[in-house]
């Protein structure tokens, strides 16, 4: 069935070239930040990141490995349930090396505390955040990402990667979901 986006969307946030844009000034940030340090690997978290990991990795200019982890707070809905599973876990091991969390979004902050604090345990040699959009008014948890691509106001989002109740992620624009979708 094709998308009525009229149904769905509210306004659209931030756009594609926007997003673009956005994301190459970041990866510069990164590739200047990261080049003399060791190994750096770029942690994804499924799903939300794809559409950001894939656009961020292409512009670094650096040796890296990309890996994915899979944790899991949002059960369907639009509310935190507080609780953070590990679904998939990194496929190899992170000793001495310079982890980058990938991250589409930081709303309560709980997902990222608890990975950060997991990551740092199993001696990374330093874990840092990115993430592309940041809802500072939602948190719960003080933590502060090391580099952001825009802070949004309080609204669920959906698009490039964020999804509601698992639908919407392939629109290639950052969108406020219609409250009538979820009321
Ligand atoms: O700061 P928080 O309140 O923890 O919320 C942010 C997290 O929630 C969403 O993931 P979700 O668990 O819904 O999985 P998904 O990425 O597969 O959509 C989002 O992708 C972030 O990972
Ligand atoms: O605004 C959001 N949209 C989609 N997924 C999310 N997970 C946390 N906040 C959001
Ligand atoms: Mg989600």
Redesign the pocket.
């Known amino acids: 069935m094709k998308i009525d986006l009229e149904d769905v969307i509210d306004q659209v946030l931030i756009d594609e070239e926007s997003l673009n844009k956005r994301i190459k000034q970041l990866a510069g940030q990164i590739n200047e930040y990261y080049l003399d340090k060791n190994e750096l690997v770029l942690v994804g978290i499924l799903k939300?990141s794809i559409m950001f990991m894939a656009e961020l990795a292409k512009n670094i200019k650096l040796d890296c490995t990309l890996e994915f982890m899979d944790v899991s707070s949002?059960e369907n809905g639009?509310q935190?349930s507080g609780n953070v599973k590990i679904i998939k876990d990194l496929d190899t091991d992170i000793t001495g090396k310079e982890v980058l969390l990938v991250e589409?979004?930081i709303?309560t902050g709980r997902t990222l505390d608890a990975l950060k604090e997991s990551l740092i345990k199993r001696g990374a040699n330093s874990v840092k955040i990115i993430t592309l959009l940041d809802?500072p008014e939602r948190r719960e948890i003080e933590i502060k990402p090391d580099w952001s691509g825009f802070k949004i106001p309080n609204?669920?989002?959906?698009g490039y990667g964020?999804?509601?109740m698992q639908m919407y992620r392939n629109l290639p624009f950052i969108g406020v979901?219609k409250r009538e979708v979820y009321e």
């Open positions: 939300g949002y639009t935190s589409d979004i709303d809802k609204e669920f989002v959906v964020l999804d509601y979901l």
